[in-house]
């Protein structure tokens, strides 16, 4: 199991294809890379601020649910903090697991908490200013079902 928390870019085609040759004894392989959203042009920029080392323990305690609740042979997690322009990638997820159903549920698990309670702070900046990005209620949601 990987975590990483960086500022700088990655290369999804690489990390997908160190994951999966890495991944001996999985049938299955799912990845989701998640981008930074244009919102209609409006948007200029995306900031991400987090604290160093309470992030990175806060996501490896959630990789090592996922993997004690399915049957997972790995899992990757990267996620990038700082300056992000409109279409970069923000973070990945991988898992990798004998069967589809346990790398499905876990990716989607891992996202769910990415999304609403791994310790990132999002400011969205735009020509009329910046504003922080407040929890959303579909994304309450999606986590509750876990």
């Known amino acids: 199991m990987r975590v990483a928390v960086q500022s700088a870019a990655f290369d999804l085609g690489a990390e997908a294809a160190a994951f999966a040759a890495a991944a001996g004894g999985a049938g299955a392989v799912v990845t989701f890379t998640g981008l930074v959203r244009d919102n209609g042009g409006a948007l200029a920029a995306m900031e991400i601020e987090h604290y160093p080392g309470m992030t990175e323990r806060a996501i490896r305690a959630m990789a090592s649910e996922a ?11 990267i996620h990038r903090f700082g300056r992000l322009a409109p279409g970069e990638a923000i973070m990945m997820v991988a898992t990798a697991a004998p069967h589809r159903a346990d790398a499905f549920d876990a990716a989607e698990f891992l996202m769910d908490y990415l999304k609403s309670r791994a310790p990132f702070w999002k400011k969205e900046i735009g020509a009329d200013g910046a504003e ?7 994304d309450e949601a999606a986590l509750r079902r876990w």
């Open 132 to 138: 922080w990005v407040a929890a959303k209620d579909e």
């Open 67 to 77: 993997s004690q609740r399915w049957a997972l042979v790995d899992a990757l997690v």
